[in-house]
């Protein structure tokens, strides 16, 4: 019975095709405005205001009904239902394409852009609407003191262990729509290959900065390169 294990990460390339912005390319999110100024809690004690302005408007994006899984998510929400191995989604993304697609097994190592966390009690709750200083926390009641629960620069992300444990144990690793730029993610791939057993692909519309790291490259959009190989590892393995 096969039970080799699979692990894959994506970055924000995968969504691109669903219409949401990329950090790095050169319409990104980066582009517009400074990580400094939006994505550190630096930040957020600086300007908390122009903070959840920034992650209101993405995530007004996100709810926007012409934003819908791609073909993509679908594969791979594929992927873990017919695999007979553990297959284990691990996304940079705050997005919740990968749920809507039916993925299960996943981890958002950057936290989630529909939850917030309040900064009293601790609990992250499922939160849609614009978050402002007054929002009110769903489970203490307290006012001002949500976020967003995502992971901004200088901080810890989530479910690190068990990250770490399953790239060890994995037979393959998948890296999906992501520049490499960013650590540890961009850090995910030497720990696969360390094991010295899993065999390594990236799927990306162009070279990643890791790329050359990789066993095996397939460029090209998400939207047709993820289908494709999830094809290919179903029928043929690898
Ligand atoms: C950490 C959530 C310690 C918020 C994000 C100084 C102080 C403190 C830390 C640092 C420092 N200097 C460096 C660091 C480390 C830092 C880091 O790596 N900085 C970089 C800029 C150098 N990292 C951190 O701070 C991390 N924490 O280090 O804690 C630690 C260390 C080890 C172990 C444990 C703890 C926290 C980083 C998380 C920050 N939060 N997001 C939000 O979303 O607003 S990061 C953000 O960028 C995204 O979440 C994503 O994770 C990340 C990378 O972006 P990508 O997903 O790769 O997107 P990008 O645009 O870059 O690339 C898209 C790719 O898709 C491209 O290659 C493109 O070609 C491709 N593409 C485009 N279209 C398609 C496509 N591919 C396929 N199909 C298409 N159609």
């Known amino acids: 019975m096969e039970s080799r294990r699979i692990v894959i990460l994506t970055g924000a390339g995968i969504s691109k095709e669903s219409g949401l912005d990329t ?14 100024d939006v994505a550190t809690p630096e930040a957020f004690a600086r300007d908390p ?4 302005a920034f992650y209101n408007h993405r995530r007004a ?76 926390c769903p489970a203490c009641g307290v006012e001002g003191a949500l976020r967003v629960n995502v992971v901004w620069f200088g901080e810890m992300p989530f479910e690190m262990d068990r990250i770490y444990e399953a790239l060890a144990a994995c037979d393959l690793f998948i890296s999906i729509g992501t520049s490499g730029n960013v650590y540890p993610a961009a850090g995910f791939v030497a720990e696969a290959r360390a ?18 790291l990789f066993a095996e490259r397939h460029h090209g959009p998400a939207g047709v390169e993820v289908p494709a190989y999830v094809d290919k590892i179903l029928k043929n393995g690898w």
């Open 49 to 52: 205001d122009r903070v959840h």
């Open 195 to 212: 094991s010295g057993r899993a065999h390594t692909v990236e799927l990306n519309l162009e070279p990643s900065e890791g790329s050359s």
């Open 23 to 36: 950090f790095r390319d050169p319409d990104g999110l980066w582009a517009r405005v400074r990580i400094e």
């Open 61 to 136: 994006g996100l709810l926007s009904e012409d934003v819908q899984p791609n073909a993509a998510h679908a594969a791979l929400a594929r992927l873990e239902a017919e695999w007979p191995g553990e297959v284990l989604l691990v996304t940079q993304n705050i997005d919740d394409l990968h749920e809507r697609a039916g993925s299960k097994n996943l981890i958002h190592m950057h936290g989630e852009l529909l939850k917030a966390r309040c900064l009293v009690c601790g609990a992250a709750s499922p939160w849609r609407e614009d978050m402002t200083g007054d929002s009110l």
